[in-house]
């Protein structure tokens, strides 16, 4: 396959490898992973010398010395890691020459419509809960039980209003705000029914769920293995969840009085 | 509380964190107990050493570079990234908490606590990732000898 391709293989190429590379950033690849993947998709292909260059934004690609050549844009950066582990196992069973090219096109394309298994919203809502109350008790040192459902309760409650403001709105990190914004009323009012509880402690193991903190640890291991650009990137995106999280407590906090 | 009462309450603790942010981010359903077990692992190596009082800085570094390692073993059995261990596994020791307590400090206009928490922040992140390229380092090392002298003893056999 290595001799001069027509035109329409090498338009279903790009078009293949840049939705690969777009679903892959957009479940939360490391960067060196959805390069490494599209550079293995075209030459497995049969393209000997394809040019990639990733951004956490964009994605540039070109094929047979540039007189291919196309862009796209990443808009969305979540974690999804089932979309992160189709795409590796369908790369895996191209270059192990098991399926062809149009089919992986195909699968692809099945998979950037979102035909892959999802955990349906009650299941992730108690898996919130869960980290919200566990986490907790691990952080504060010394066992503290009277707040674990409250706890609990809030992070859930996080979830769900981050989960479908992240819908409602375009506007980025304003989700986290209102969330924010939202745990801390109900935190506020769980205090008073119950002067026992700590509201420190309970925003602590409710903001579990959002904080960045994952964000920040994958950004400084693209900095250290010389992604400066995307490292940065990721930085700035951590920096600015957490400042809409603070500053939605805060605000309220202020207001409420607590 | 005695010794073992919390050594287990932080086992059981520890897996339920893991697979609580497991669902929440999607991770394959076929990995699910996996990601939970390498959660305990990362916990349970950054609590011992932070009761045999190694300070912060080392407890992360070896929580983080027993789930490197372990991430990829794990990836080399089922076939998938190691990204979908790591990830939920290291859960635990990221610090979010003090990235929101700094912001909110600030927010409070109380500059020194923001400063302490903002410090604490740079310090967990910097070494869970160093503990993480340590153990790339160590897995690539230790292919990498096994790949030669693998070759050695097939030249001395010929």
Redesign the interface.
Known sequence: MSSKQDSSFYHDLLDTCLTVGELMIEG???MY?VEDTMVRIAKTAGEPDPRVFIVPTGIFMSLDRGNYCQSILVHERN???????RI??LS?DFAANKITLPQVKEQVYKIANGDF???PLW??V??????SA??M???IEN?DWLDFPAAAVVGAIG?VSAYYFKRFTKVKYLAELVAAMIMTTVAVGIVHLFPAMIIDNIL?GA???L????A??NA??D???GDLLSGMVKICE?LLT??A???G???IL?FLGA | MPFWLELIINILFAYLASVGFALTINVPHRVLNLAGVSGIVSWIIYWLAMRASMGRLISNLLGSFAIGILAIVFARRKKCPASVFYIPAIVPLVPGVPAYQAVRELTAGNINGASDSALRVIIVTGSIALGMLLSNMFVEIFFRAKKFYKEKKNSYNN
Do not use: C
């Not at chain 1, 974690?79 to 582990?85: A, C, F, Q, R, Y």
């Not at chain 1, 108690?126 to 980290?131: E, Y």
């Not at chain 1, 904080?211 to 994952?214: A, R, T």
């Open positions: 939360g690849s490391e992973r974690i999804n890691l089932e979309l992160v582990d590796n196992s895996r298994p999802v955990f299941i992730q108690i898996g919130a809960a869960v980290l566990t986490l008790v691990m952080f066992y979830f602590t903001l579990m769920p904080v960045p903190g994952l920040l640890t400084l291991r900095l250290f293995k951590a957490a400042f999280l603070g500053g407590v805060g605000i202020k």
